[in-house]
């Protein structure tokens, strides 16, 4: 059979039942057989949304979503896309296109050497020389990216190779030569780690990313209850541990809630799960880790001490490694009781917050508009966002109680994510409400979505926090540049009603809270995408706030 054809079979064996993309020169003889398979395709308007959508598939399914592009521009297209699934472990397979191989280095047209830009943001990166290859290339790229720490692979395809025919061979299971995925738990190390955490007075769970992506979240909520500890997040592992629990303080960092913040710099000892570490979340590495022994379990090994010092590292798949956790606690007969001096700090800071944080006074100010959201919206219901200031206020306010189902471009923070990817949800879970909360600048790069949604009858719906600006960066112009505004009013075009309207989507305008209740209700019960514009103001700023450089304790509350 041809190159093309096999890629078909293979993806299919891969249980690949869905595709976004879209074709052009170099990749038509993949469509041609794309035609005749049982895969189902989703036409993207721009490439860059094709990857997205194959990001939110692979994030909400847990296994790779796959996109389709062009070779030259539609494929640099996609390059978004796959480094934001990079900086986030999401994985994702990305078929390009490519010109014929007699052609390549000679500058033919829309040739671009689409394996050399995206070696540093791929987890491997193929280009089968001959059509015989593809099967085995396919099967070791959804080797590759679903196991151990996730990420996107792309495979190359001249157009030549999908073209020629050979004797296929498709292999049932590929060993690669140097990955080795799966490290088994040190035991002994984890039975330090419990130590250390019951010979500490004020420890915190820290739950990043990697508990969502391993789906540890019963084992994590275990060891939080067994040894009564608060658990804190990270913002990309917001929705590891319910928000309305009571040991749940939240998010921490540049955006993190004030108590989350406040107690992770009382703390003494951190139980660190599938975190990296980031800037965003620990503020300064120096002051972050100066009074504090750090427990850092992670699948990969290359984090472990990257950016913080540990003392005690557990190398492996972070829920087996919990499991191993909860069995010896039990086995031991471990429990602490809930009526200790470290808890009553936490209770009490937290309940300061409450009482004494100041909020907008807007009819419309973020708090309100998020928590009734929250309020109306179902439990279960997948949650995309944009980026920008909406994106940190949902951060604050919009707490995620079923584990698993908030999702950000945290990594790379890319504008223009959140729709797309809000697609690629519904298409893996298309009986779940799928809720993009945006804001309008970043909206704007990809809304030509909304014809994806229309079309192929994946209905999600747009929370759109509209401040008529770019309102991030107006935050810091106020803020670190002496009020100097420049290039951040969009001038309240266009109109986000229409623009829906013009797409066959509903639009509706929220004016106050009750009208939003009223529109996500309605939008609920429709069958085609709902824009829901919100107009807020645009002087209202994203507080608490840990300004960068400057360590967690000097966060800005509001005044």
């Not at 049932?172 to 990955?179: A, D, F, L, M, N």
């Amino acid at each position: 059979m041809s190159g093309a054809r096999s890629l078909m079979v293979a993806l299919e064996k891969e249980g690949a039942n869905i595709v976004f993309g879209l074709p052009g020169g170099a990749n038509l003889p993949i469509y041609d057989e794309l035609y005749k398979s049982n895969i189902r395709h989703i036409l993207v308007r721009h490439e860059q949304s094709a990857s997205h959508m194959a990001d939110g598939f692979g994030r909400v399914s847990r296994r790779p979503g796959v996109c389709f592009a062009t070779s030259g521009p539609g494929a640099t297209n996609i390059v978004t896309g796959i480094a934001t699934a990079q900086a986030d472990s999401s994985p994702m397979i990305a078929v390009t296109g490519q010109v014929p191989t007699k052609m390549i280095g000679r500058d033919a047209f829309q040739e671009s050497d689409i394996i050399g830009i995206t070696n540093p943001i791929v987890k491997y990166a193929f280009q089968p020389m001959t059509a015989s290859e593809v099967p085995e290339m396919v099967k070791k790229a959804f080797y590759i990216s679903a196991t151990g720490r996730p990420g996107p692979v792309l495979i190359d395809i001249p157009k030549d190779v999908q073209q020629n025919e050979a004797e296929m061979t498709f292999p049932s299971e590929v060993k690669i030569r140097g990955y080795h995925p799966w490290v088994d738990p040190d035991i002994g190390k984890i039975e330090r780690a419990i130590d250390m955490l019951l010979s500490s007075e004020r420890p915190v769970i820290l739950a990043g990313g990697g508990v969502i992506i391993s789906s540890a979240f019963a084992e994590l909520q275990s060891i939080a209850e067994l040894l009564m500890i608060p658990v804190v997040t990270t913002f990309k592992g917001k929705g590891a541990f319910p928000e309305n629990h009571p040991l749940s303080l939240g998010p921490i960092g540049m955006h993190g809630h004030a108590e989350a913040n406040k107690i992770m710099v009382e703390a003494d000892c951190v139980l660190a799960c599938g975190s990296r570490f980031s800037d965003r979340s620990v503020g300064t590495f120096e002051e972050f880790e100066k009074n504090l022994k750090i427990i850092h379990m992670d699948v990969d090994p290359a984090e472990i001490g990257k950016n913080q010092t540990t003392h005690v590292a557990v190398v492996g798949d972070l829920k087996a490694s919990l499991r191993i956790m909860v069995k010896m606690l039990i086995q031991k007969a471990i429990k602490r009781s809930g009526d200790n001096t470290w808890l009553k700090r936490v209770n009490e800071t937290r309940e300061y917050f409450r009482q004494n944080l100041k909020i907008h006074p807007h009819p419309l100010g973020a708090s309100k508009v998020l928590r009734k959201l929250r309020e109306v919206l179902p439990a279960q219901s997948i949650v995309t966002t944009e980026v920008g200031q909406h994106q940190m206020w949902a951060s604050l306010f919009f707490d995620v109680i079923h584990p698993g189902t908030f999702f950000s471009s945290t990594g790379l923070g890319t504008m223009g994510w959140g729709f797309p990817a809000a697609i690629g949800a519904k298409a893996a879970k298309p009986d779940v409400p799928v809720v993009d909360i945006a804001g309008e600048g970043s909206f704007n790069m990809t809304e030509n979505s909304l014809a994806v949604s229309v079309l192929d009858n994946l209905p999600v719906i747009v929370f759109l926090l509209n401040n008529f600006s770019l309102g991030m960066v107006a935050q810091w112009q106020r803020t670190f540049y002496d009020r100097r505004m420049i290039g951040i009013d969009l001038k309240n075009c266009p109109d986000y009603v229409k623009l829906a309207e013009s797409y066959g989507a509903q639009g509706i305008r929220a004016e106050n809270v009750d009208e939003i209740g009223k529109a996500v209700q309605t939008a609920l019960k429709s069958n085609i995408a709902t824009v829901i514009d919100i107009p807020i103001d645009p002087q209202e700023d994203v507080l608490p706030f840990v300004a960068p450089g400057t360590p967690l304790k000097d966060m800005i509350l509001p005044s």
